[in-house]
């Protein structure tokens, strides 16, 4: 293969780590034209299985390659309603780029960035067109969230003929995507435009809507005349190491420090009124995408030092390739084999430094990683006024508390068989709500999952039980 990869166009690293500009610029069309010529066309598409959600890869390239850029998102959007997000954060190289036939010689398609182009054509030159659906049906669905699950649960049901209703917590639609994913990676207009694909289906809308408290499961069955229920509601209550300290002023989760930065607008102020104070020098504690993008939300905010301290080596880092090496782009500095120990006071019981210790990798553990061991006597102290904990999350337990019948695991995660069914007749669940924290692809996966699954469930003639029928059947169990 004579054809190189092509690269996106970014932004130069000095200038983007000073604001919330998107960091890449995508492929402009000469190089997607020339990126598309590198697919093989292979006679075997491996990079489709290969997909969480099984795109046609070949076959939106191949329309690529005759410049019918409005078919080849519509060959994506068969498999996949939200092309423009996947292709900016889904890990494509531990994906379907890493089962490309191409790679095993030379470097892989760069599958997602084709697919972002077309996606970004599209918006640009204003060629989408709803689906027409011709088969309506009687049944309400109602989807509980509306991060990646619920998005893709709900669009694969109304292109069904289903009556979908989603139901948001917040003011705003999107879940992780707008609160978790900073700006710099995933633009809110992105966002929006693709929010506005859903509408165009004829999904129906509610937002600032708490189920479990403005209405129960039981309610949706009993008095909204709901058929199915989709739980897609993610795992947003943060987990925190346990270390002294972690009460001090100065100290945030990860999820609310970006949740005030990315749906408050936080780094808009004083435009916004929801300032985030941080210090000059930041250590964000973690290795995954979360802690990626608070470290490098915290630079541009203003931060002289941000620190990303992580147990492991670089090789173990959960984070994508990609993230980790804009991160290094941007100065931001590793301080790896690092465990944060604990956060030390000021007398006004603020945060002036964050104890750690060195470590060195032992045995693998159960995860398949190396494990880290402690170091003896190596003891020193970073100084620092912001600590942000980005180690994992959980989900919030309103909903398992309120729907009887609905078994839960470990962690609070609702459990689910391999389609995505609950405990519960007529409810179903997917994303980081059943999985307690994954990637957006894998829970889009569980979504349209879920969805093939409740049209055979209604299809079937099922009903859901009711509470009552649900204690009943509890009780002579026990």
């Not at 494990?371 to 337990?397: H, M, R």
């Amino acid at each position: 293969m004579k054809i190189p990869r092509q690269d996106s166009i970014e932004q130069e690293a000095d200038a983007r780590s000073r604001n919330f500009q998107e960091v890449s610029f995508g492929l402009n069309e000469e190089r997607a034209a020339i990126e598309a010529q590198r697919c093989l066309e292979c006679k075997n598409p491996v990079c489709q299985d290969a997909c969480p959600v099984n795109i046609d890869i070949r076959g939106f390239i191949q329309l690529m390659l005759r410049k019918d850029y409005s078919g080849a998102v519509d060959k994506i959007r068969e498999a996949n309603y939200l092309p423009a997000i996947c292709g900016r954060v889904c890990p494509q190289e531990s994906q379907c780029e890493a089962e490309c036939t191409l790679g095993k010689k030379h470097d892989p398609v760069a599958i997602g960035k084709l697919e972002r182009f077309v996606a970004d054509y599209e918006m640009l030159h204003n060629t989408f067109n709803a689906p027409f659906v011709s088969d309506r049906r009687k049944e309400k669905v109602a989807i509980v969230g509306s991060g990646p699950a619920g998005l893709t649960c709900a669009a694969e049901l109304a292109k069904l003929g289903y009556n979908v209703t989603i139901f948001e917590a917040l003011h705003a639609l999107g879940g992780v995507l707008r609160y978790g994913i900073p700006e710099f990676r995933l633009p809110k207009e992105i966002l929006d435009i693709e929010m506005e694909r859903i509408k165009a289906l004829g999904v129906e809308i509610y937002t600032n809507f708490l189920v479990g408290r403005t209405a129960t499961i039981d309610e949706f069955f009993d008095e909204w005349g709901f058929s199915a229920i989709f739980l897609g509601t993610g795992a947003g209550t943060p987990t925190f190491m346990g270390i002294p300290g972690e009460n001090l002023s100065g100290v945030y989760s990860a999820n609310e420090f970006l949740t005030r930065v990315n749906l408050m607008g936080a780094f808009k102020f004083p435009d916004n009124d929801t300032p985030v104070k941080i210090g000059n020098q930041v250590a964000v504690i973690g290795g995954g995408n979360t802690a990626m993008d608070a470290v490098r939300t915290a630079k541009r905010l203003g931060a002289e030092k941000a620190y990303l301290v992580y147990r492991r080596s670089r090789q173990e880092m959960p984070a994508r390739e990609e993230e980790i090496h804009h991160a290094e782009q941007e100065g931001i500095e590793f301080l790896l084999l690092t465990n944060p120990t604990r956060i030390l006071s000021t007398e006004g019981n603020w945060v002036r430094g964050l104890e750690c210790q060195r470590m060195e990798l032992g045995e693998p553990d159960e995860s398949g990683r190396r494990k880290p061991v402690a170091v003896a006597g190596s003891e020193f102290v970073l100084d620092v006024q912001t600590v942000i904990e980005a180690i994992g999350q959980k989900p919030n337990p309103i909903i398992q508390s309120t729907t009887p019948g609905l078994k839960t695991g470990k962690r609070g995660v609702v459990e689910v068989d391999e389609k995505q069914t609950t405990t519960r007749r007529g409810i179903f669940a997917g994303g980081d709500l059943s999985r307690g924290g994954a990637t957006v692809i894998l829970a889009m996966k569980d979504g349209k999952i879920a969805a093939a699954e409740i049209h055979n469930y209604l299809q079937s003639n099922h009903r859901p039980v009711s509470s009552q029928m649900t204690s009943l059947s509890t009780a002579q169990q026990s």
